[in-house]
């Protein structure tokens, strides 16, 4: 159930979505009060081409009032805190005074950090993720005043509307969350477009990112009813789009669907933050063996819910629901197990290979795992027993 309690719903982050949208950036920097935008982004998106269309965009609209005075297309997979550092630096050294992040998760995240840091005076991101969690609440935080627009390269993330940043914290080999507010951005431009030329292997793989965000915003113990609007519409969109993306590569309306979807399903995410098992373990995979968010949270999905059954079990009815099941006659248990069957189907329509073994994760490697697993900072929101941890590591291999 979703709670009717007392809570708060961030919802600050201006959405322009449409194909061709990107066309807008720069008449949006205007309206903000952006004079010297740095465009964030990595070296993928420079050699595919999407860099260069959204710095031809500025070429046609620069003007005295507002150019693009540098780009840094060095962020590295996970927001790793060295290239966060050196972006810092290229910043100050070009005197940006607003941020413009083309790119996926690592690359929206990276954009957070160098806003934290340009408001903070830091020179060191690793500075505020010694414990593996940054958390900042209002009214003590304040806004950094510097614009910053987010425009995803993929449908997966939904990092352009959230205030939270996970960072890979490269001194101590963990991936750390900051949470602060007004660290989203200001506006998030979805043009799906720009996901066009996605491999169908990274296409399913964010797509598997957001599912997994609406599902577990459902089974959130934080649920209310804003969240449950976004991430039980997020899931049904997904669930119905997914496939068909990944036959239909070249299909504009069901890219744009998913780019939406993504969006609210991370919003849901971080509005209704609390126990996500899911995430703990593609975290600390993703920490431990560079997997990529979106494919760990792709194969943990179906595995996690099997073998934690007693915490998803509440919500069976709700994420059936989700996923237009019908669930007549079943009782809980058969509800979820449902579940489970349908997302493992997804996965086969998809091609997607749900085991870890194809990114050299072997049983050599479970105490590692484990351990990764258990200093992962979600793990304090709900520890698993570590005969379950390894039941399902096991399961994933």
Known sequence: MSTSGYFTYNMRTVVHSGADSIIKVPSLFRGLGGKRVLL??????????LVNRVKDVFTLNNGPDMQLVGVYAKVTPDAGSESINDLVAYARSVAADSILALGGGSVLDAAKGLKYCLHHHLTDICDILKLGLKLETWPEAKPSMIPHIAIPTTAGTGAEVTNGAVIHNQVLNIKSLVLAPYLDADMAVLDAKLTLGLPKSITVATAFDALTHAIESIASPKAN??????????????????????????????????????????????????????????????ATFHIPHGDANGIMLPVVIETSADFYLPNAQRMADALSLDSKGLNAEQTLAKVVAHIRGIQRACDFDGSLKRFGVTEINLKEAIASVKHDVLYILYPVPEPVIEMILRKAL
Request: aromatic share 6%; hydrophobic share 45%; proline share 4%.
């Open 225 to 286: 009813l804003f969240s449950d609007a976004h991430a039980i519409t997020a899931a049904k969109v997904i669930n119905e789009n997914m496939p068909k993306v990944a036959k239909e590569p070249t299909n504009v309306d069901c890219r744009s669907k998913l780019l939406q979807a993504s969006t609210m399903a991370c919003n849901a995410v971080v509005n209704a933050f609390s126990a996500f098992p899911v995430h703990n373990f593609s975290h600390a995979l993703g």
């Open 40 to 49: 964030v982004s990595d070296e993928g998106l420079e050699k595919g081409g």
